[in-house]
């Protein structure tokens, strides 16, 4: 059977019962994918498949032959980390920290299909192609990915700073589509001022640039004595 996991490929032989989260943590080595409940229920074994999350404990490794298989391990390549898991340890988003593979394999998915449009059990409008990430949108579709030691407060604030707020910020930049162009106009007009400045000197005021007027004006310019009268 041929993967392709984490961008590897892996030709191997296995048991066609074998489930993809037991290749994944027996077979190939990567225990960051979690064996929680083996049912599906608490979230701790999800894995992107072709960037759709599932749960790895319910599906047969057979079936995603040829599929592009990413696991937390191949979320960013080290030293660097995912946007998502600094936010995690910024925001305290875990403690014990055994469904937080889970949890970020999830988040990304799950932005993902909010900006596709996919709906969940709270989006009210079901034809909008825009989704709002509001706190409680965020709780629902994480819902299938629980925290047993309960940091699902700092999870979330994890989840907004990366996705969230980013891309407000990013709508404010394009509604503003001048700003940053007038920015660096005037950025280029103070710095042509300052070239300016420096190649001419300091200017002196206008009354130091005043003529003062000779010692020979000056004694010539001096008032006739009047001679008294007589």
Aim: aromatic share 2%; glycine share 8%.
């Amino acid at each position: 059977m041929h993967f392709t996991v984490n961008a590897r490929s892996h030709d191997l032989e296995l048991d066609p019962r074998t489930s993809l989260l037991d290749l994944l943590r027996d077979h190939l080595r990567l225990p960051g994918t979690k064996k929680g409940c083996n049912q599906g229920a608490c979230g701790a074994c999800t894995v992107l498949v072709n960037g759709t999350r599932i749960n790895s404990c319910l599906a047969l490794a057979v079936q995603y032959q040829g599929c592009e298989i990413t696991t937390v391990e191949g979320l960013s390549a080290a030293p660097d980390l995912h946007p998502l898991q600094e936010a995690f340890i910024e925001h305290d988003g875990f403690q014990c920290g055994y469904c937080t593979p889970g949890q970020m394999c999830s988040a990304i998915a799950m932005v993902d299909e909010a900006e596709h449009g996919v709906p969940s059990a709270l989006t009210a409008d079901l034809s909008t192609d825009e989704i709002e990430l509001t706190r409680d949108e965020l709780r629902e579709r994480m819902s299938g990915n629980l925290c047993r030691c309960g940091a699902h407060n700092g999870i979330m604030a994890a989840i907004e700073a990366t996705f969230v707020e980013r891309n407000r910020n990013a709508a404010g930049q394009r509604s503003r589509p001048d700003a940053g162009r007038q920015d660096s106009q005037r950025n280029a007009a103070h710095r042509s001022a300052g070239r300016t400045a420096s190649q001419h000197g300091p200017q002196r005021p206008a009354a130091e640039q005043t003529v003062r007027p000779s010692a020979v004006q000056q004694g010539s310019q001096r008032p006739a004595t009047q001679e008294p009268a007589r």
